[in-house]
Nanobody, 122 residues
Framework: QVQLVESGGGLVQAGGSLRLSCAAS????????MGWFRQAPGKEREFVAAISRSGTSTYYLDPVKGRFTISKDNAKNTVYLQMNSLKPEDTAVYYCAASKNGLGPSGLYVYWGQGTQVTVSS
């Protein structure tokens, strides 16, 4: 069982930046591809970004391309989501997840964090 704990959310003005972190409890962290998802009020959860086990491949939702960057530090068992040029429509609870197989929105995500709130004011 891998426990994931997100941090770094908060309130920011439009155009600002935040960096989310997701720390894993297990040293087998490096065997998982990792993803970030988000869920806005009244909407379904959607895929945001993913990174391969080695960190060499990434995958992004089109609206965040060029603004968000996902990275992974296997030595620290942590995955990050750097979010720049934030927009009010980025407001959501952000979740990290670990995939046993596959990269991107169709990956087999088996472990989930509890989420961190990101609020972007206009």
């Amino acid at each position: 069982q891998v426990q994931l704990v997100e941090s770094g959310g908060g309130l920011v003005q439009a155009g600002g930046s935040l960096r989310l972190s997701c720390a894993a409890s297990d040293r087998t962290f490096s065997i998982y591809a990792m993803g970030w998802f988000r869920q806005a009020p009244g909407k379904e959860r959607e895929f945001v970004a993913a990174i391969s086990r080695s960190g060499t491949s990434t995958y992004y939702l089109d609206p965040v391309k060029g603004r968000f960057t996902i990275s992974k530090d296997n030595a620290k068992n942590t995955v990050y989501l750097q979010m720049n040029s934030l927009k009010p429509e980025d407001t959501a609870v952000y979740y990290c997840a670990a995939s046993k197989n596959g990269l991107g929105p169709s990956g087999l995500y088996v472990y989930w964090g509890q989420g961190t709130q990101v609020t972007v004011s206009s």
